[in-house]
């Protein structure tokens, strides 16, 4: 504050100053106006301002800088007052956040926890504050200059503050993990709640007795059950999670740990009975299901065998076979239901087994089963039964069905044999045949259906069926018509058979004697080949190929020599044709072999070289023969098989050798012709010679891989032998395994023992078999046998069944042991349980109740107690055995826990029972006893102090072993004399009581006490003595042991021997590794010998040392065994890919090197055969030198790797892979060059075949083309054009293709550049100069054929189509018709036969064009007959079309006639209902039921109208019949006149009712007009009689405008008076009517010279006006019916003008306010008066006539345009309601749119103004468009 008032002060000092500033400014100037004016004394008065300016301004400066100082001090107090609210602020947080209120329930305590998160947020928001507070302050104590404080103290307030603010925070901190753990305890409190009362609820509940009734309410039961379970589930993980937290708060030792342990145990106990209660609701609910299950499927399949047997026990087996074999279906399917539902009984009974037993042996579900199973029985005997009598009556139908169509089709047969004549022509012929071919088919397919038939009559009669006698009679009827067919088409076809045969005979001949004669022009020829070799080896091979020809030929001969024999014979008529044509063929034979003999006379000295010549095509072919033999891949599938295949092969190489001579002889005969000649021809021949070299070499090579190949399949036969034998071992083994049983008993157990032993050692003879098979088969695999792939797999199939059959025997050999150590013990526990009765019948003895001999009881007592004691190591023997087998074997606990429990409690027994026994007999002689038993203890304590005072602890393990035992033995006597001692103990004071003597009974105890416990001490130490001195002995011998393990194994480990070739070092491999696994398992037994040396060593036993050494010793040793097996390993893994690499190096140059042989040897093919056959060897050569270079690939990449680890042979190694690339790269190179060599020869080899198959077949189908036969009749030419047109179409086809093909190959090889390309070239213009000549060929027989079948098709058209002319004239009626109906039937009969004969017609215009072809065609004869069967055609064709068209006019005139009837029968019917229909209307009253008559009236003009079109059609239809002067025209006139009189009427009618409604209406709207009009009188009489002129100037206005309204609407009313004063047109009528009649009369009193009565018309007038005040006061009195204004729009805009010449009529609504009046008067239009012949005044019922004229109506509206150049997007017509009115044309929707006043889609009026409107000539679719 004091800072506060000290700035004000200087606030008011600064005021002060700023005001002498104008004072200071005045100096100033005044100075400066002395300055200017040149004062004398100016310097002084210019020293004197600037002292004042300076002083002025360091008073400023003073200003200023106490201002600053002011400020800061101002500012700093406000930090500190800042700092006392912070502060203040605090200290009130801090005691809200000290509170002790922590939340009594979940809901205050988040409540508090929100309270305290606004808390956390103030505070948080605060921290700026502070933040801005303490800089401000620092502010003051950093800078310097000024400092309005000492700067410590701002430092102690900023330190001060900051240190409230983080207590605080402190606080809030802690006051949240406070409330977070007040939180977290409620919390688990209300959901551990929550959990309770839910599992509460839900305990009572499933705590419910209500199991269902039946099936569906169980199910729902158990869906329920379901998601109470699932409900649970999801509950657990929850009620987890709440137990975890609540765990884990008391882990962190959370305030409320009492209470949430409590509840943790009271919630998992609840949950825990919970989850009981659900389980045994499930396992009832579960029984329940299956019972009511059970008795539901029961009752389904009960009912179902109930309906199974009622349909079982009908008697319908159906009444034809169709019916039976459904109802035989359908009895399959429903026997297959019943084996079905066998099935399900007997799962419903084993359904039964899984119930309780009382419930399984309940009477109810007993009797259910019985009953099921009884109905079951029955069902099925009754469905064989049935099935039985089904099957019987589908024979007995099949059987009658069968026989009726197999005789109808022999009928049908029959009489076709009967009807067919053998032809003459060899083509009818054939046709025959071909059809008793078709026949046997069908006889085959007859024959199954007559053996069905046997089949079925034979079980039928074997059967004993009812009709077996009508059975019988079909079936004996049935084989004798089939007999007697089959004996008929066999006569009929050996006939046919014998005349084909005659005529096939002529042919032969014809074609044998041709071919012998071709044969000898073939000899012949060869006189002019000349005398050289090459000449003479032509010769030679053509007369072979001959010679070899003579034997077909001969046997041609022979075979015709035989037919003619058997023909001649056949048909005797003709035996002299067939002789003749016989020796014509022997003739020519004799003349063959003559010239043939004689050619080979005349070649005299080339026989030997003929000879030489067939005996190196003989060998060649024989060598040819055999390479193919051997060359085939097939391999044998079975042992004997492959060995059959050897033998062959052996048999073949010995057919090889006995050739040798023949090929040697036939080398050296070649040589010997060959030597020295220069001729190409021979020199041929060499080659040949050297070809034939060539195939001997090949065939012994193939020779030798066949071999190799069969020897390799027969191996494999041979180990698929062992491994069947080995498989049947295995599959025997894995059988005994299955099917090994444990014994029951300890004997049986070791006889089931010795029995696997027995086993076991047939399974080590027989393991022989199975290494040998497995052996033999690695051996095949080790020499890449071809099958070496099934070999691996079916070795590893026997080796893993071989394994898992070990396996299995181990196995079961240790469940035997485990058995037998089971039935040991279960033996040992029976034999103590034995001994135990046995001693129990002792120890029950009561003999000691006699007095004598007590102590000799006792003393046989005492022995029998030590039994006991010494025996009771056998029950700890027993009991030890048994834990011990439980824990080896825990599937045994149940049964050893069982009987252990039993030998205790008889123990327990026996003891019981012997002590108390010892206790009877110790009371019986207590005080002798007592004495004699302390005596005893006393002694044996004696003997035990001097056995522990030996020092002898063992000298070796063996002594140690001993001594430990006597030992345990001696611990044993010493528990059983401390029990002793303990009961003496007990009855010493007994005897006390009892008052006898014991001497020194106390002093003796404690003596005995004494000894006992200075005793243990030494027991004890004697013991541990014993157990140390064994330890050590034992490390000792396990320590020696393990040295001479190691020592013996090292030498192996540091061997340097790593072997010289791949099998040694695969070897050492294997033993090295034998060696590591032997260590690696030893390695548990070294580490525990270690592990007991440190131990014996850090219990200081005097042997340490030595211990030590020996250890350090041991560890060494195994340490370099280790590191010197891992070494060996190395090397001999490197060794081992070496050696690797050098074998398969070696194999890879070897099998290169072979394959290079082969490649040297240069053969050359002799046919495509040999030349496919090589190529297809060396394709497949080549792809195995293509699959070879994987493994030089492999080689290269094995070297790389050897020689990046640097090997010691590493030059070696790159020298062997160099020569291996190189040879793999040379026989790469020898591959291709062979191949490319082999395909040009095999393609030349295939073109030459392919050119001569298809000139040979060309030249066969040339001789087809050039037959002259062309066919007797249309079937004949039919069938020859047939023929040969799929002739032609095969030839073309086939033939074009070939060719093309040919040509192709042959211009791919000359432009691959072929050796032979000019030879090929040849072949090529030859073959297309032969395909061309067999096309032309075939154009001339198909343009012959085709014309001989036009001609004869012609004619038998001709005929075809006169009998269908003739048939359709006589399918012409006579009957026209005797009504409507069956006129237009016959007229669409007549139009339907029209329609056919279109078709004749079609056929009949094509025959003229065929004639016309024809006629051009052919000339002469032909040409007149052709054209005479065309003018009988034409002819017999225009008849019957005239008959139809004199036809069609017939029916057209009935028909019209009797439709015009009709029509007007229907006009006539309908103008007469017209008529009743204006008769009968009713009288209107008001002016809306008139118009409501005018609108139906008009709709009768409407129907009118509809109906003109009629009328005119009618009438047209009338007239058109009599101008076509029909035959009924009197009728026809008559019906016209009819019609044309009753429309005239109808129409008269519907005017004159017309007319008087209109006049009707204008009345009636006068009464309205008048009616209103009045009622506005009456409403305004009121305000005009009204005396209220105003009491004011405003009230005096408003009246005056009410005045001025009321004047404006008078003068609206007098109109409408105005127009109620002129007449109506009925008034005027009248007055037109009295005018005439006064005219009239008028004109009589003329005639007859009367004198006129001026006043008449003045009369008239006055009776009209009375008679209008009538109807007006009448039509006052007719009550307004109307409350709505009602438009009418008249029908059209002609009756329109015609009746009113104006627009709608509106009636008007009753008047209430002056605005309504407006809108009515707006509304109202008036109609103009009739138009009458002289012009009279308008009606006086309507209003003025307006000034503007208006149109209205519907009319049709089309948009076109939307803009200048833009088409509108709908441009279709629309119906709208047009108004045209002051020059402007409007559209309305309809006519309700116009009396509101809405234009269409609100569009503006169109102004017409200077328009014009034209018809649119240019728009078709419509009519009268503008």
Known sequence: ETDIAAKKKHDAIETDIAAYEERVQAIVNVANELEAERYHDVKRISARKDSILRLRQYLLNLLSARRGRLEKNVELQKSFQDMLHLIDWMDEMKARLLSPDFGKHLLEVEDLLQKHTLIEADIAAQADRVRAVNSAALRFAEGSDYKPCDPQVIWDRVNHLDLCYEDLCTLAAQRKARLEDSKRLWRFLWEVTEAESWIKEKEQIFSTLDYGKDLSTIQVLQSKHKAFEDELQGLQGHLEQTVKEGEQMIADQHFGTPTIKAKIKEIVDLWSQLEDLAAFRKMNLQDAQNLFQFLADADDIKAWLQDAYRVMSTVDVGHDEYSTQTLIKKHG??????????????????????????????????????????????????????????????????????????????????????????????????????????????????????????????????????????????????????????????????????????????????????????????????????????????????????????????????????????????????????????????????????????????????????????????????????????????????????????????????????????????????????????????????????????????????????????????????????????????????????????????????????????????????????????????????????????????????????????????????????????????????????????????????????????????????????????????????????????????????????????????????????????????????????????????????????????????????????????????????????????????????????????????????????????????????????????????????????????????????????????????????????????????????????????????????????????????????????????????????????????????????????????????????????????????????????????????????????????????????????????????????????????????????????????LQWIAERETVASSQELGQDLDHVTLLRDKFREFARDTGAIGQERVDNVNILIDELIDAGHSEAVTMADWKDNLNESWADLLELIDTRLQLLTASYDLHKYFCDGNEILALIEDKRQQLPKELGVDVNTAEAFHRMHTSFERDIHTLGTKVQNFQDDAAHLQSAYAGDKSIEIQ?????????????????????????????????????????????????????????????????????????????????MTFTTCIDLGRTMLARQHYASEEIKEKLAQVTEKRSEMMTKWEARYEWLRILLEVCQFARDASLAEAWLIAQESYLASRDYGNSVDEVEKLIKRHEAFEKSTITWEERFAALEKLTTLELLELRKHQEAARLKAQTFEEQDFIPDYDYDDRMQDEFEEQALSREHTAFETPDLSQHVTVRQPPTLAEEEDLVNGTEILEDLPLETEDQKETEEKQVQKPPPLILEPPIEEAATLPAKPMTTQFSSQLERKHEMEGPSKRASNRSWICLYCVLKNGELSFYKDAKSFTSLITYHGEEPFNLKDAFCQAASGYKKKKHVF
């Open 333 to 1254: 399917d429903l026997q297959d239901k019943i084996m079905n539902y066998g099935a399900t009984i007997e799962s419903l009974d084993k359904q039964t087994q899984g119930f309780s037993r009382e419930l399984r042996e309940s009477p109810e579900i007993q009797n259910q089963l019985r009953e099921l199973k009884d109905l079951y029985v029955d069902v099925f005997s009754l469905a064989d039964q049935r099935k039985q009598n089904l099957q019987d009556a589908l024979f007995l139908y099949t059987v009658f069905s069968e026989t009726d169509a197999c005789e109808l089709w022999m009928n049908e047969k029959e009489k076709w044999l009967e009807g067919v004549e053998i032809p003459h022509k060899l083509e009818d012929l054939e046709v025959v045949q071909q059809r008793f071919n078709i026949l046997d088919q069908e006889m085959n397919n007859m024959a199954s259906r007559v053996n069905d038939v046997n089949q079925a009559a034979n079980h039928l009669i074997e059967t004993g069926h009812p009709s077996t006698k009508e059975v019988s009679e079909c079936q004996i009827r049935l084989n004798t018509r089939w007999n007697l067919l089959l004996k008929m088409v066999q006569e009929k076809r050996r006939i046919v058979d014998s005349a084909l045969s005659l005529h096939n005979y002529t042919l032969d001949c014809d074609e044998t004697e041709m071919w012998i004669r071709e044969k000898t022009k073939i000899v012949e020829s060869t006189l002019d080949l000349g005398n050289d070799l090459h000449a003479v080896i032509a010769s030679q091979r053509k007369l072979y190929g001959i010679e070899r020809d003579l034997a077909a030929v001969q046997a041609k001969v022979l075979e015709l020599q035989s037919d003619a024999q058997v023909l001649a014979k056949e048909h005797p008529e003709h035996a002299q044709d067939i002789d003749r044509r016989l020796n014509a063929v022997n003739s020519v034979w004799g003349d063959l072999q003559l010239a043939l003999q004689n050619r080979e006379a005349s070649l005299g000295e080339a026989s030997k070289l003929q000879k030489f010549l067939q005996d190196l095509d003989d060998f060649q072919s024989w060598l040819f023969k055999a390479q193919k033999a051997i060359a085939s891949e097939d391999l044998p599938n079975s042992l004997p098989e492959a060995e059959k295949l050897l033998s062959d092969h052996n048999s073949i190489r010995y057919e090889i050798l006995q050739h040798e001579g023949d090929y040697h002889k036939i080398k050296d005969t070649g040589e010997r012709v060959t030597y020295g000649q220069v001729d190409p021809q021979y020199q041929e021949l060499g080659q040949h010679l050297k070809d034939l070299d060539t195939g001997w070499d090949e065939l012994q090579q193939i020779w030798d891989r066949r071999a190799d190949m069969i020897n390799q399949a027969l191996g494999f036969q041979y180990f698929l032998r062992d491994a069947k034998q080995a498989g049947a071992i295995l599959t025997k083994q894995e059988y005994t395994l299955a099917h090994t049983e444990q014994a029951d008993t300890l004997e049986a157990a070791e006889a089931a023992i010795r029995k696997h032993d027995d086993f076991m050692a047939t399974m080590e003879a027989n393991t022989e078999k199975i290494i040998g098979a497995i052996e033999s088969g690695e051996r095949l695999i080790d020499s890449k046998n071809i099958y070496s792939d099934k070999v691996k797999e079916k070795i590893i199939s026997i080796d893993d069944r071989s394994q898992i059959n070990n396996a299995k025997a181990d196995v079961v050999a240790a469940q035997l042991k485990d058995n037998r150590e089971l039935q040991h013990f279960l033996q040992n526990c029976q034999e103590l349980t034995f001994w135990i009765n046995e001693k129990m019948l002792t120890a029950q003895d009561t003999s000691y109740d006699e007095a004598r001999n007590l102590h000799s009881k006792w003393l046989k007592h005492q022995a029998f107690m030590a039994e006991l004691a010494s025996n009771k190591g056998w029950l700890d023997s027993v009991d030890k055995e048994g834990t011990q087998l439980m824990k080896e074997k825990p599937q045994f606990a149940p049964v050893v826990v069982e009987k252990l429990n039993k030998l205790h409690r008889l123990w327990n027994e026996l003891e019981n029972t012997t002590s108390e026994k010892a206790r009877l007999l110790f009371d019986a002689n207590r005080s002798e006893l007592y004495a004699q038993s302390v005596s005893d203890l006393d002694r044996w304590l004696n003997e035990l102090n001097t056995h522990l005072t030996s020092e002898d602890y063992g000298k070796d393990l063996t002594t140690v072993n001993r001594l430990l035992k006597d030992h345990e033995r001696l611990e044993g006597q010493v528990e059983v004399r401390k029990m002793e001692m303990e009961d003496l103990q007990a009855q010493a004071p007994i005897l006390q009581q009892e008052g006898q003597s014991v001497v020194d009974g106390d002093d003796i105890e404690q003596n005995i006490k004494a000894k006992f416990l200075q005793l243990m001490i030494p027991l004890k130490e004697r013991h541990d003595k014993l157990e140390g001195s064994k330890e050590v002995y034992q490390f000792f011998r396990d320590l020696a042991d393990e040295e001479l393990w190691v020592e013996e194994r090292l030498p192996q480990a540091e061997s340097r021997d790593h072997g010289q070739n791949l099998q040694a070092v695969q070897l050492l491999m294997k033993k090295n590794q034998t060696l590591q696994k032997e260590i690696q398992g030893h390695q548990p037994r070294i580490d525990d010998v270690s592990d007991r040396g440190e131990n014996i060593i850090a219990s200081g036993n005097p042997s340490s040392d030595d211990i030590k050494q020996q250890l350090n010793d041991l560890t060494n040793l195994w340490n370099r065994l280790k590191n010197e097996t891992s070494l060996r390993q190395e090397h001999l893994q490197l060794a081992n890919e070496v050696q690797q690499y050098y074998q398969d190096a070696a194999e890879a140059e070897a099998w290169m090197g072979e394959q290079e042989l082969y490649m040297l040897v240069d053969e050359k093919a002799k046919d495509e055969q040999s030349a496919a056959l090589m190529l297809k060897r060396h394709l497949t050569f080549q792809q195995t030198v293509a699959n070879y270079e994987d493994t030089v690939k492999q080689l290269a990449d094995r070297a790389q790797s050897l020689l990046a680890l640097e090997h010691p042979d590493s030059e070696q190694i790159s020298r062997c892979q160099e020569q291996v690339d190189k040879q793999y790269i040379g026989l790469s190179k020898q591959v291709e060059d062979r191949k490319r060599r082999l395909d040009h020869e095999l393609q030349l080899f295939q073109l030459s075949r392919e050119v001569e198959d298809l």
């Open 1428 to 1508: 005479k069967r065309e003018q009988e055609v034409v002819q017999a064709w225009k008849a019957l079309l005239d008959a139809c068209d004199g036809r069609r006019a017939q029916l057209i005139d009935t028909a019209e006639k009797f439709r015009f009837f009709k029509m007007v029968r229907e006009l006539m019917s309908w103008m007469e209902s017209v008529i009743r229909q204006i008769e009968t209307q009713e009288k209107p009253r008001d002016v809306s039921s008139v118009e409501l008559l005018m609108k139906y009236h008009q709709g009768i003009m409407a129907e009118i109208d509809a109906r003109n």
